[in-house]
């Protein structure tokens, strides 16, 4: 595979379980980074090694990624590197913009095109890779040291994430399919790091007509069973293509 150098695609992936926002993140297989790379896939994150051929990290922990092939355009690879990690086709992707610091990469003069993700955990699967150590998800706040500068692209993607779920429904992603108004409100509070009012927030999604209850509760609860909801996916879609006010 023919790739170009300095071009490359990172990719921060966001999921929702048990009330924690998580990152994906891998942990590279250093042995085999540190060995020629004769045919990279989507999880090289770079060739190119510093001069004693080794690749300058202990212990590589960083988002999925890797240079772009020349027959591809950066959006199609992008999604490329999200089904190989996620095992899905169809998730919301967002281009977040373009990391080309001089010395991000101390080795090589590499510009990163880095997009975000969401996706709802309890849906993937993760798929192999010939340089894939680990893969698993991080909560968000014990995000550990990682290559490069892939911490300051998660940072950025995590704000412009909070800005999104404020003028866009984008926060349905990252839930199942059937969810509580509990789980939503959850969901809300844990990604802007607030406490909402509980009677606020529910006229507030019951004034946009954005959920439906399915006429169905929880089982296997613990606690008293409530009602699951459903977002309808019409509306979503208008909201999605405009501003709308979500400020809580």
């Given amino acids: 595979m023919n790739i170009i150098p300095s071009l490359s695609i990172d990719c921060v992936i966001f999921g929702f379980h048990e009330k924690k926002l998580k990152v994906l993140l891998?942990?590279?297989?250093?042995?085999?980074?540190?060995?020629?790379?004769?045919?990279?896939?989507?999880?090289?994150?770079y060739t190119e090694?510093?001069?004693?051929g080794k690749f300058p990290y202990e212990k590589p922990i960083g988002l999925p990624g890797g240079h772009v092939p020349v027959d591809r355009s950066i959006n199609d690879y992008?999604?490329?590197?999200?089904?190989?990690?996620?095992?899905?086709?169809?998730?919301?992707?967002?281009?977040?913009?373009?990391?080309?610091?001089?010395?991000?990469?101390?080795?090589?003069?590499?510009?990163?095109?880095?997009?975000?993700?969401?996706?709802?955990?309890?849906?993937?699967?993760?798929?192999?890779?010939?340089?894939?150590?680990?893969?698993?998800?991080?909560?968000?706040?014990?995000v550990p040291e990682l290559i490069f500068d892939h911490n300051a692209m998660i940072e950025k993607a995590l704000k412009r994430l909070r800005e999104e779920?404020?003028?866009?429904?984008?926060?349905?992603?990252?839930?199942?399919?059937?969810?509580?108004?509990?789980?939503?409100?959850?969901?809300?509070?844990?990604?802007?790091?607030?406490?909402?009012?509980?009677?606020?927030?529910?006229?507030?999604?019951?004034k946009m007509h954005l959920v439906v209850d399915t006429g169905k509760m929880q089982t296997g609860v613990a606690h008293r069973a409530a009602r699951l909801f459903r977002f309808d996916k019409k509306v979503y879609e208008m909201l999605a293509e405009q501003s709308f006010s979500f400020r809580v």
């Avoid at 090694?49 to 004693?52: F, H, V």
């Fill in 49 to 52: 090694t510093e001069p004693d």
């Fill in 165 to 206: 779920v404020q003028i866009r429904p984008v926060g349905f992603h990252l839930l199942p399919e059937m969810f509580t108004l509990t789980q939503l409100q959850q969901l809300y509070e844990t990604v802007l790091g607030i406490e909402l009012d509980t009677r606020n927030f529910r006229k507030k999604i019951q």
């Fill in 78 to 142: 992008a999604r490329d590197i999200l089904e190989t990690a996620t095992g899905i086709k169809d998730i919301y992707l967002k281009q977040l913009g373009a990391f080309g610091e001089t010395e991000r990469v101390s080795f090589l003069r590499v510009v990163s095109v880095v997009y975000y993700a969401l996706i709802n955990p309890e849906h993937y699967s993760i798929r192999g890779s010939s340089l894939l150590k680990s893969l698993e998800w991080y909560d968000i706040d014990k």
């Fill in 26 to 45: 891998l942990e590279y297989d250093k042995e085999q980074l540190d060995a020629p790379v004769k045919n990279p896939d989507a999880f090289a994150p």
